[in-house]
């Protein structure tokens, strides 16, 4: 039990995000985390889902638009990571691998909401009387949520990871389970497309 | 050529998703007492979850699985004696006192929540049987002793319950704690069937 947690024997792969890690201690890492819980130590995962549960519900609020989805993904999330914990394989991060989960859940959920909606297919025209000019309100906060809403989900995911969830393509692509290239398009597409829904905001 | 994803719209609108979303007490709550009955798999090593599927709408539906895998009398006697020293559960049946369910039994039980805060300007009930939300069940003030009390109709079986006292979520002081290894930080009441 001595050498446990020797850092020299860490692997690299853990990646520190700010963003993501608010309280982050420099040295209890989260494969050490996990480790601990497999070893018999659950409240070991109460620290994993206290480090996690902040970037989950951003990203779960930011793809599923509503708090009680985010929160029910989210929470899905956490049990099935820890259900599946002995899956885990340090080759990822952590991070990765529960994101993974988070993005599959999320996937879920909007696929059984658009089986109960009115399937709609958006088109162009009719996403821009969406955000017609006179229902504007010139903040950038209160149009975001429509713009984000607009996207395809493909797009809004590739987007929020990228963007907001500063993961890498390469991370984008265990999360995802989409190629580089796709997702390099799927950014990009949603980059060019909440440009131009969003300027005209930013211009009235 | 500038990469789009780099404009200074592009960072204006990610500086703007990247707020945080605040994660609410009732919710980790929720969480945590869902991650003290669910079962951790090791390799090599099959063990038997509380539900095999994770339904969490309606959460009425985890508390039934909670309660289905209800411990014999060993067991519960256990949870009991554990607190020993303590006074009795705050939460005690309006009849009789507290014997375990197997679950099923359709009918429920008049069940009465106590909890001494004489400063508290507001408490609430949360717990499995109402999805943890503190707007639900508000307890009502004695004045006389500060005692704030409500009774409540639970279906027999185990429930996990904590109060919100002025928005922060407390665990009942004088309850059984809500797994043996102190996972959850919240309470657990047996209702009986009879």
Known sequence: MAARHSPADEPSADRVTPRAHPGFNAQVTDAMLVREVLGGDRRAFTTLVERFSPACMRLAMRMLLNRQDAEDATQETFVRAYRALHRYRDTDTFHTWLFQILVNRCRSMLARERRWAMLVVPDDRALEQAVAPRQQTGELRDELGRALASLPTEQREAFLLKHVEMLSYKEMAVVTGARIPALKMRVKRACERLQSLLEEVVDA | ?194
């Open chain 2, 1 to 194: 050529m500038p990469d789009a994803g780099e404009s200074p719209m592009i960072q204006a609108i990610s500086r703007e998703l990247a707020e945080p979303v605040p994660v609410r007490e009732e919710w980790r709550a929720a969480l945590l007492s869902e991650l003290a009955t669910t079962e951790l798999r090791r390799e090599g090593f099959v063990a038997r979850l509380a539900g095999s599927s994770i339904r969490l709408r309606p959460l009425v539906a985890a508390a039934a699985a909670i309660a289905f895998t209800v411990f014999g009398a060993g067991v519960t006697a256990l949870v009991l004696l554990r607190d020993g020293a303590r006074n009795l559960p705050a939460a005690r049946e309006v009849a009789a006192s507290i014997v375990p369910s197997y679950g099923g039994a359709t009918s429920q039980r008049e069940v009465e929540f106590v909890l001494s805060a004489p400063m508290a300007r507001h408490v609430a009930l949360v717990g499995d049987f109402n999805r943890w939300d503190p707007a639900l069940v508000p307890l009502s003030r004695d004045p006389e002793t500060g005692e704030w009390r409500i009774a409540v109709r639970l279906p027999p079986g185990r429930h996990v319950y904590a109060f919100v006292v002025d928005g922060d979520l407390v665990a009942d002081p004088t309850a059984a704690r809500a797994a043996a290894d102190d996972f959850g930080q919240n309470s657990v009441i047996m209702v009986s069937s009879r």
